[in-house]
């Protein structure tokens, strides 16, 4: 991990120490973030990235009602029932417009969507493109397990060629997706690929994304033991396979550099591949809100609201 990650400094706006309750509040324990057991199969990947996720916040010491965690549905898409905070299990590929119309209403928060590949490029595609172009700022991670674990194996955008799937029982014919291509692509202002193996690095790419002013993308890999088994052993070293990182001297405001790194074969880089910080629809809209906030100053709501049924007549 890069020094320079590990020393990014905390967002403004953003909720990230003790505010509510005085100084003398305590950050959460993992004990208190930790809400229903998990479900998962034993041995999912899964499991690794809820932890580095209590890691994340008990590291930033967010409490309970800063803490937002949104997702769609599928095994990846359980997360908020086990996180003791705000959160919703919303409709499979729809957690990006929930967690837009938090983001953009609640300025304090960072929030954060988890999701299956399913979820984000299948029936949420279009959703994911839309939320990136927009450049709502959030964090999007993105548990690719390459195939639908939920519904028992069927064939996912990211499986590869050849996989046997209960969709694809000679298998798979359809070309994937490659989700960092897409995130470059979509118009994503963070794009990372870290993997459930290297919790260290999970965690980095979590807190960078956290300190992103935008839409934060990560793809992270996490193997589906059950319908996938060693999908990602060649990206682990400790089934023999290896762990590149980004080369150091690749500049992440390089889009086409960044396309490029994506473009590399299984298993490729893990580390940021782009980062840009363009202005956020959040900023945006902020500032519209302003200046018409500005045009009704010392007006109460009931009058505001009048003006407007009076112009409209
Ligand atoms: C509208 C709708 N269509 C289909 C489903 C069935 N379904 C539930 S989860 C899922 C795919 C899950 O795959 P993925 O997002 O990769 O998550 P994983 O389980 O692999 O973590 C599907 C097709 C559904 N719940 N709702
Ligand atoms: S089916 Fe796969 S993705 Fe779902 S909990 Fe089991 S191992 Fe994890
Ligand atoms: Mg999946």
């Not at 003790?18 to 479900?39: C, Q, S, V």
């Not at 959160?87 to 929030?111: E, Q």
């Not at 700022?137 to 996912?156: A, C, E, F, I, P």
């Not at 319908?227 to 023999?240: L, Q, S, W």
Request: glycine share 8%; charged share 20%.
């Amino acid at each position: 991990m890069s020094e320079a990650i590990a020393e990014i400094p905390a967002r403004e706006n953003m909720v990230t120490a003790p505010t509510a309750l005085g100084p003398e509040r305590k950050g959460l324990t993992k004990k208190e973030i930790a809400a229903d057991h998990p479900t998962w199969c034993p041995g999912c990947g899964d499991f690794s990235v809820l932890a580095l996720y209590f890691k994340l916040i008990e590291k930033r010491k967010l409490w309970h009602e800063n803490i937002t965690t949104i997702a769609g549905i599928g095994c990846s898409s359980r997360f908020p029932y086990f996180v003791q905070a705000h959160g919703v299990h919303y409709i499979h590929g729809r957690a990006l417009p929930f967690a837009t119309g938090i983001s953009l209403s609640r300025p304090d928060l960072h929030v954060f969507a988890f999701g299956g590949d399913g979820d984000a490029f299948s029936i949420g595609g279009n959703h994911f493109n839309h939320t990136a172009r927009k450049n709502i700022r959030m964090t999007y991670v993105v548990m690719d397990n390459w195939v639908y674990g939920l519904t028992k194996k069927q064939t996912s955008p990211t499986s590869p060629l050849g996989f046997k799937s209960k969709t694809d029982q000679w298998g798979a014919i359809d070309y994937p997706i490659n989700p960092m291509k897409q995130a470059i692509a979509a118009g994503a202002t963070f794009v990372a690929r870290t993997t459930s193996t290297n919790p260290n690095h999970v965690l980095a790419m979590m807190d960078a994304a956290m300190e992103h002013d935008g839409f934060s993308f990560i793809e992270c890999l996490s193997e589906c033991v059950e319908f996938y088994e060693g999908a990602f052993d060649a990206a682990n070293p400790r089934k023999g396979g290896v762990f590149n990182e980004v080369p150091k001297d690749h500049d992440v405001s390089d889009e086409l550099n960044a396309y490029k790194l994506a473009g590399a074969d299984f298993p490729g880089y893990f580390g940021i591949f782009y980062k840009n910080n363009k202005p956020t629809k959040n900023a945006k809209e902020a500032e519209i809100n302003k200046a018409a906030m500005e045009k009704v100053k010392g007006l109460k709501d009931w009058q505001i609201l009048q003006k407007n049924f009076d112009r409209m007549k």
